[in-house]
């Protein structure tokens, strides 16, 4: 199912027409479908449901409280990155006991507001943050459930700032070194190994890699078993790609039966998957505006009024967005690049591409824009960051406003 579509002419999301939410709130506006978000998570439950398992919602693809609201309403529960994502999943409602710490530089000041929060479990990375997760514990008198995120060494092909999963990467612990963690842990008396955790990247658009992390897992299970450390959850991250362009990603259903068969008979386990991208990327388009045509001896530019501070991702990692007009009548197309008014030449949102010829004042979407865009984006070059929009079905709602210039420079002083 489609949730943004041409409906005579117009692009709808949903049965709201996006060029009437263009011109209420203005431009660059980030446009979210409900359906589409809570579709994508029910498809990806419903294979899971004679397993125990746990979505928790990868809070760092799109974080504004509406979205978390949603994620609660589900019963599903988060995966945070820092303090400020536990504040922001805590303030939504989502169930403390669904919520999972991961990152790589957790600070003692952060595990502290976790512990009083009493989340899930804390996926561990290294030795040292095991020490000190133990030591914040320790002064609470508190128990700090543990899963440590190993690393696989697995290939995920995707581009090498997504993957997360190679034996090079700063993530996780490499494999070989947990049993070695697990047995620490249970010297130490303020932390409870609950978990195995990975994470091998993000935009994989082929299930085996996901298979190949799991049957190291596997092998690790069995090693702690022997050791006599039995654990509750496995966790397997988030990583499932969606369509930008071209690629055809699992779906859920192949993405869900392929961990399935890769698990065989560690079914006892409790499976926690951590969907970001996927869930939400392809719910939201950014509406921009022409601003103007501008051709130069080599290039034909359409200047638009979204930047690389709204959206980075094809600036960061050259990444693909379909770029369609909120309005689609028959015109010639020729080749343009769409850039924003940020002064940096890295500021594009497409290059080199084949786009209906374009006048100022037309709104434009970027689609697949919901992952990955508000979340990362910024005030630079002082521009406000967008407003957001939450459509489901025929009504529509503000769920950010867009940051004014007080908003920029707020908790500023002037000598
Ligand atoms: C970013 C991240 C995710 C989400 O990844 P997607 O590719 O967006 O699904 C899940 N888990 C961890 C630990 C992450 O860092």
Do not use: W
């Amino acid at each position: 199912m489609e949730y943004f579509n041409y409906i005579d002419s117009d692009l709808y999301c949903e049965d709201v027409c996006l060029a009437t939410l263009a011109k209420k709130f203005g431009t660059p506006l980030y446009v979210y479908s409900r359906s589409a978000f809570e579709s994508f998570l029910g498809h990806l439950n419903e294979p899971f449901s004679k397993h125990k398992h746990l979505l928790c919602y990868s809070v760092k693809s799109a974080s504004n409280i509406s979205l978390l609201n949603i994620v609660a309403g589900l019963g599903l529960g988060a995966d945070v990155v820092s303090g400020g994502e536990l504040y922001r999943a805590l303030r939504a409602s989502i169930d403390p006991q669904k919520i999972v710490y991961s990152g790589v530089g957790k600070k003692a000041s952060e595990m502290a507001e976790a512990l009083d929060a009493s989340i899930l479990m804390f996926n561990v990375e290294s030795k040292e943050e095991l020490e000190l997760l133990s030591r914040v514990a320790r002064d609470k008198g508190l128990v700090a459930p543990v899963a440590l995120r190993v690393n696989p060494d697995v290939d995920p092909k995707t581009h090498p700032y997504v993957a997360t999963g190679l034996k090079e990467s700063k993530f996780g612990i490499p494999i070989e070194e947990a049993p070695e963690l697990y047995q620490l842990m249970g010297r130490l008396s303020h932390l409870k190994p609950v978990g195995l955790d990975c994470h091998i990247g993000s935009q994989l658009v082929s299930t085996s890699p996901f298979m190949a992390a799991v049957e190291r897992l596997k092998k690790l299970l069995s090693t702690l078993r022997t050791l006599g450390i039995e654990l509750q959850y496995l966790d397997l991250g988030g990583g499932l790609g969606i369509r930008y362009n071209e690629e055809i990603p699992p779906t859920p259903a192949q993405y869900a039966q392929a961990i399935l068969e890769a698990l065989g008979e560690e079914g006892d386990l409790t499976i926690i998957l951590e969907p970001g991208r996927s869930a939400i990327g392809n719910a939201a388009v950014l509406l921009v505006e022409v601003l103007y045509n501008k051709t130069t001896p080599s290039n034909h530019f359409v200047v638009i009024d979204g930047a690389m501070n709204d959206l980075i991702r094809p600036s960061l990692y050259g990444s693909y967005h379909q770029i369609v007009p909120l309005y689609d009548f028959s015109r010639p197309t020729h080749k343009v690049s769409l850039v924003g008014p940020i002064c940096e030449s890295g500021d594009f949102l497409a290059k080199d591409r084949l786009l209906p010829q374009t006048l100022p004042g037309e709104f434009l979407a970027v689609k697949s824009a919901g992952a990955y865009g508000f979340s990362m984006s910024s005030n630079y070059n002082s521009r406000g960051r967008a407003a957001e929009v939450l459509v489901e079905r025929d009504s529509y709602k503000l769920i950010r406003e867009r940051e004014t210039y007080s908003d920029l420079i707020r908790g500023e002083y002037s000598n």
